[in-house]
């Protein structure tokens, strides 16, 4: 009962949050910024649901899962800020304008407040890790913030590296197989699902008993469905085979879409 004013407020702000972003993203050229508006949200809101203070006070968990998310809003939201500031429209969403015409405003919005929901879902994970009631520190949560660690590392790397393939003009149109792209089609998925396990390691507990930490599955099982399925390999790859062609039929066939593997031998030289 403690989590039903944090989690409605959450909804709330995340739902204002997204419709400020459809103010922005409905003019051309700016749609990169949703993913940007969409990460901070998930860090903000979840970093203030983790902070309300239990019975008059802050716990340490509740600052260690705050800080956990505020991290991983700042490193990825950057991330997607300092590139749309230099392209404009995600592909994604410039497909959606093509194929929603004159109603791409009002689905436009429709869509970004199921994003609305999809982050409140999210941030319910996070507010279940942070309130848990039992002592801390337990090895779960050293375990879940190292792991919350690797993942925004593993992600940064992975941006990193495609970001320094762009850069070289000998690469203009290639695709990237260089150091953990070699190893997953979308390395840098792999470590955003990974973060979200953080989360459900801490909310669950070293021995399972708070039967409500187990919700926080929900996180990781629903991030890897959204990226995998939904609104991050499919329209992505859908691009990459239009822009690429064969040349990204050859690279599927290669490299793992989601989980790290050594890539199969080419017969044919690395674009």
């Known amino acids: 009962m403690f989590m039903i004013l944090p989690c409605v407020l959450s909804l709330a702000a ?52 705050a800080g956990m998310v505020a991290l991983w809003a700042l490193r990825l939201g950057g991330h997607i800020a300092l590139r749309t500031a230099g392209h404009g429209d995600d592909p994604r969403y410039a497909e959606l304008r093509k194929a929603w015409g004159n109603r791409f405003a009002v689905r436009l919005f429709l869509f970004l407040q199921i994003q609305a929901v999809a982050a409140w879902l999210l941030v319910v994970c996070v507010t279940l890790a942070a309130h848990r009631p039992a002592p801390f520190p337990a090895w779960n949560d050293g375990a879940g913030a190292l792991l919350l660690v690797i993942a925004v590392l593993g992600e940064g790397l992975a941006d990193a590296q495609l970001r320094a393939f762009r850069r070289r003009p000998t690469h203009r149109g290639g695709i990237c197989e260089s150091g953990l792209w070699g190893l997953s089609r979308h390395p840098n998925y792999f470590f955003e699902w990974l973060g979200w396990i953080a989360y459900a390691l801490i909310a669950i507990g070293p021995d399972g008993s708070w039967w409500p930490g187990w919700m926080a599955l929900g996180g990781p099982v629903f991030m890897y469905w959204l990226l995998v399925h939904v609104s991050g390999i499919p329209p992505l790859e859908a691009h990459m085979l239009r822009s690429r062609g064969d040349a990204y039929r050859a690279h599927q066939k290669r490299v793992n879409a989601f989980w790290p593997f050594p890539r199969k031998p080419s017969s044919g030289a690395r674009r």
């Open 14 to 65: 995340l739902s204002a949050i997204m419709a400020g972003a459809w103010l922005v993203a409905r003019v051309p050229g700016r749609s990169g910024w949703i993913d940007a508006v969409w990460s901070l949200a998930v860090g903000l809101v979840g970093a203030g649901a983790a902070l309300v203070p239990l019975d008059g006070g802050i716990e340490p968990r509740q600052g260690l899962v």
